[in-house]
């Protein structure tokens, strides 16, 4: 079976930047992927790594390590708009689906 | 952009009802999902699709069925709602090999009396 851990909440002040993490096992692997929720809300895209190393994306940076089964999105410069739930999920190797993590909630405060 | 829809943004629907929940994506994805969020459980995989007329279990498939006769539509089927159903209904999208970029329905928040 396939288990992700990642922090259930994160506080930071605009324009700070945070680090969400996220573990995971997995029998194989084949990507990790991060999305965005707002409250009320649909999950929205961010990131995947397939491959070990850093990815940016404007403010938003995703890191893999394949080895470490570690991964953590990277918001820099936050903003108030960035207060949301932050899941990351596990392509599993050889199977057509995602398994989700259970998900940060990211409150920036002033 | 991909736009992915769902029939209601809310249902309230009494025990033993049949109901069904829709969706449809207008971006031409081979995958079709869904998903159901409850507070502290994220998303957890109900049926998947990959292509027509094909479905796969996911996690937590008792009590549902799903139906995909069109591409770009995939139904939920509640054969008899219960109680326990009651929860956020989530379809997504994506590409045949982009399983890790998916694309989100606003959801349909099901409420079983």
């Known amino acids: 079976g396939q288990s992700l851990e990642q922090p259930s909440e994160v506080t930071a002040v605009e324009g700070a930047i945070v680090q969400i993490n996220c573990t995971y096992q997995t029998s194989g692997f084949y990507g990790l992927s991060w999305y965005q929720q707002h409250d009320g809300g649909a999950p929205t895209f961010l990131s995947y790594?397939?491959?070990?190393g850093l990815e940016e994306t404007g403010r938003f940076s995703s890191f893999l390590s394949r080895s470490d089964s570690y991964g953590y999105l990277l918001l820099q410069e936050l903003q108030m708009k960035d207060s949301a739930s932050y899941f990351c999920a596990v392509r599993d190797q050889g199977f057509q689906k995602l398994v989700f993590g259970t998900g940060t909630r990211l409150l920036v405060s002033p | 952009d991909v736009k992915v829809t769902q029939s209601s943004r809310y249902l309230v629907k009494r025990t033993g009802e049949k109901v069904f929940l829709e969706c449809v994506q207008d971006?031409?994805?081979?995958?079709m999902f869904w998903y159901r969020q409850d507070p502290g459980l994220g998303l957890r995989l109900i049926y998947f699709s990959y292509d027509v007329k094909m479905k796969e279990k996911g996690d937590i498939p008792e009590g549902y069925s799903v139906s995909r006769e069109k591409k770009e539509r995939f139904s939920l089927i509640l054969e008899s709602a219960s109680t326990n159903q009651t929860s956020m209904y989530l379809c997504a999208s994506s590409l045949r090999g982009s399983i890790g970029e998916q694309y989100f329905g606003p959801g349909t928040r099901l409420t079983v009396t």
């Open positions: 971006m031409d994805h081979e995958n």
């Open positions: 790594n397939a491959l070990d």
